[in-house]
């Protein structure tokens, strides 16, 4: 293991994105989170292929020059090996829709991948040529196109920085890494990276696990800790991430929140309401019956507009982030 954190540490994958025609000046993409189908037939659920539907109309309409998966990927305990069927059944013949053709994935671990073999999903990515998934943690440098303006999104993986949580109880919390030093080795590229990203107008940091949550899992400590303060003082567009099944966004410290798990099931219950700072959370969405959803991400040289959106295509909520 310690040789790997090393390995992480100069490994400082940056991939540049750039984005496709007719967005109108404008770098766009959808997140999505804890969309894995099921570990038995038909290996998805309803609300995955409801929303894989919406995905793609949403990316005709609104363009989509990438998908950014947040996480729990394949429930409920990832996969065997990097030829494990569940690529095919829970991901390739879902995500088949005409808008979604040929739209690159970054995908991250969440929980329940890391409950099986991540190193799987690393290396699935040579055999699809829409995966994309180079290392547990990377970062993309993303153009936004008539302008000189660049933004950059940083991957992290929250269960390797905070540790696991088999997640089914309430509020369960990640109970420290299981690997101090590498765990070590990720903070200290992230805070590497958020030096290097002084000169970008937008930074976007995602991981699966929420800083802040009103729903079941609540608010991460090791990441309210840990991150948040990185986030602040860098002055953060905003956090991505999703583990709670539903759709929220915060606000707290100039730093958006968005929290982005309602791909496959959908929870309402908000125990953790008290847990997150006054006046912060501007919205909420969990109904039981809603057939899913995602968020549509829209970085022009202005601003950043949030789009939260149902699985019938409807628009929630709708939030712009003014550059750094």
């Given at each position: ?142 153009h ?29 919390v990640?109970?420290?890494?299981r690997?101090?030093a ?27 696990y ?44 100039g ?14 219950s ?37 789009t ?6 409807r ?10």
């Amino acid at each position: 293991p310690q040789m790997l954190a090393l390995l992480w540490l100069t490994v400082t994958l940056v991939t540049p994105v750039t984005p496709g025609e007719g967005q109108g000046g404008a770098l766009t993409f959808l997140a999505l989170g804890d969309w894995g189908g099921l570990p038995d037939p038909p290996f998805v659920t309803p609300r995955q292929v409801a929303t894989a539907a919406a995905m793609g109309q949403v990316a005709t309409e609104l363009g989509s020059d990438f998908v950014l998966a947040l996480g729990d990927n394949f429930y409920y305990e990832g996969v065997r090996d990097e030829w494990d069927p569940r690529f095919q059944e829970t991901f390739e013949r879902v995500f088949v829709s005409p808008g979604l053709r040929g739209v690159p994935w970054y995908v991250m671990a969440g929980n329940h991948d890391h409950a099986g073999n991540v190193t799987a999903q690393l290396r699935y990515s040579h055999h699809s040529p829409r995966w994309h998934f180079p290392h547990p943690y990377y970062s993309l440098r993303l153009h936004i196109p008539g302008s000189n303006a660049s933004a950059r999104l940083l991957v992290l993986d929250t269960v390797l920085l905070c540790g696991h949580t088999d997640d089914f109880g309430l509020g369960d919390v990640p109970s420290g890494p299981r690997d101090a030093a590498a765990a070590g080795a990720h903070l200290a590229w992230l805070r590497a990276q958020l030096e290097a990203a002084a000169g970008d107008r937008f930074v976007l940091v995602a991981g699966h696990y929420p800083v802040w949550s009103v729903a079941k899992h609540g608010p991460t400590p090791c990441l309210v800790r840990l991150l948040r303060p990185l986030l602040r003082r860098h002055r953060v567009t905003a956090y991505l991430c999703g583990h709670d099944h539903n759709l929220q966004y915060l606000e707290e410290g100039g730093v958006g929140y968005i929290l982005s798990g309602a791909g496959n099931f959908m929870e309402d219950s908000r125990p953790h309401e008290g847990s997150v700072p006054p006046g912060s959370l501007r919205f909420f969405l969990g109904t039981p019956t809603s057939p899913g959803g995602f968020a549509h991400l829209r970085l022009e040289p202005s601003a950043v507009t949030v789009t939260f959106l149902e699985s019938t295509g409807r628009v929630l909520h709708r939030v712009t982030l003014p550059p750094r």
